[in-house]
Nanobody, 126 residues
Framework: QVQLVESGGGLVQAGGSLRVSCAASGLTFSSYYMGWFRQAPGKEREFVAALNWNGGVTGYADSVKGRFTISRDNAVNTVYLRMNSLKPEDTAVYYC???????????????????WGQGTQVTVSS
């Protein structure tokens, strides 16, 4: 079955950096666009970043643009999210997702993703 397993979350001070990873199995990874979403306590899940099948096209939420970088390595079926200049408001559970939909290179809409990971906690202290 399809599995997406996030790792790399943790506690970091404001201004610091962190890289979270998502290892995929059970699917043809290079056929899927991949995305990162996050959910803070008491808030709805929100889009963070996404990229197309080969990483050549990316999209970011305005709140993370210039600070976060999404990338992927199809040789090891893994997608990454590098987070720099972290702020306390970045604190959330971060989820990776895999989607495949005709005509879409990537998506910022959670409803267009087929598979989700269980999430990894990122906490940024002030």
């Amino acid at each position: 079955q399809v599995q997406l397993v996030e790792s790399g979350g943790g506690l970091v001070q404001a201004g610091g950096s962190l890289r979270v990873s998502c290892a995929a199995s059970g699917l043809t990874f290079s056929s899927y666009y991949m995305g990162w979403f996050r959910q803070a306590p008491g808030k709805e899940r929100e889009f963070v970043a996404a990229l197309n099948w080969n990483g050549g096209v990316t999209g970011y939420a305005d709140s993370v643009k210039g600070r976060f970088t999404i990338s992927r390595d199809n040789a090891v079926n893994t997608v990454y999210l590098r987070m720099n200049s972290l702020k306390p408001e970045d604190t959330a559970v971060y989820y990776c997702a895999a989607g495949i939909q005709y005509g879409r290179a990537w998506s910022d809409q959670a409803s267009t993703y087929n598979y989700w990971g269980q999430g990894t906690q990122v906490t940024v202290s002030s």
